[in-house]
T-cell receptor, first 115, second 112 residues
Framework: DADVTQTPRNRITKTGKRIMLECSQT?????MYWYRQDPGLGLRLIYY???????NKGEISDGYSVSRQAQAKFSLSLESAIPNQTALYFC??????????????FGDGTRLSIL | GEDVEQSLFLSVREGDSSVINCTYT??????LYWYKQEPGAGLQLLTY?????DMKQDQRLTVLLNKKDKHLSLRIADTQTGDSAIYFC????????????FGQGTELSVKP
């Protein structure tokens, strides 16, 4: 979805470095999510936020932190990157006003490699 | 915990029908979704079905839900090479929760 922008698109870094992945959206949605995708494992939820003051851990939050700087921005940080955090990371947004099924809208992903 | 399972690969010939299967464990999922991921892109919602429905048809797509067996399938009629992608099923509670639990994804390969 062009309205959900992730930066950078690709990043290679070394073990122990602090990394920040950014997500911004122009959809005006309150709810934002961070997932990671690994081959054969699908997408797993890292953190989610239902509004600026609400941050919740997902199923695999260890080693990650997030910041919701504004309704439109949700950043994911790896405080001290390790090789098993090498993955494809996706940001998504949703809004209950889009219907009770509340579809999620995804960015194009950030491919992160940790050496 | 909640779990959604899919087979990892499916290969079909152009013009044939494709059937992608999914099983889930969380009976409280009120919506079941199919997302499509093309290479280098994020996920796009293809279709969804509400848990009190058995079937939903949308052009070439047919979703079947067997709630008793917790089995969901996506049938793509007249499969085209442009349908080659990874297909994810996901369960969620819609407005009651917002979070989704995804399956592993099925890579569909369509051969000419």
């Amino acid at each position: 979805d062009a309205d959900v922008t992730q930066t950078p698109r690709n990043r290679i870094t070394k073990t122990g470095k602090r990394i920040m992945l950014e997500c911004s959206q122009t959809k005006g949605h309150d709810r934002m999510y961070w997932y990671r995708q690994d081959p054969g494992l699908g997408l797993r939820l890292i953190y989610y936020s239902f509004d600026v003051k609400d941050i919740n851990k997902g199923e695999i939050s260890d080693g990650y932190s997030v910041s919701r700087q504004a309704q439109a921005k949700f950043s994911l940080s790896l405080e001290s990157a390790i090789p098993n955090q090498t993955a494809l990371y996706f940001c998504a947004t949703s809004d209950p006003r889009e219907g009770s099924n509340q579809p999620q809208h995804f960015g194009d992903g950030t491919r992160l490699s940790i050496l | 915990g909640e779990d959604v399972e899919q087979s990892l690969f499916l290969s079909v010939r152009e013009g044939d029908s494709s059937v992608i299967n999914c099983t889930y464990t969380d009976s409280s999922s009120t919506y079941l979704y199919w997302y499509k991921q093309e290479p280098g892109a994020g996920l796009q919602l293809l279709t969804y079905i509400f848990s009190n429905m058995d079937m939903k048809q949308d052009q070439r797509l047919t979703v079947l839900l067997n709630k008793k067996d917790k089995h969901l399938s996506l049938r793509i009629a007249d499969t085209q090479t442009g349908d080659s992608a990874i297909y994810f099923c996901a369960g969620g509670r819609g407005n009651q929760g917002g979070k989704l639990i995804f399956g592993q994804g099925t890579e569909l390969s369509v051969k000419p």
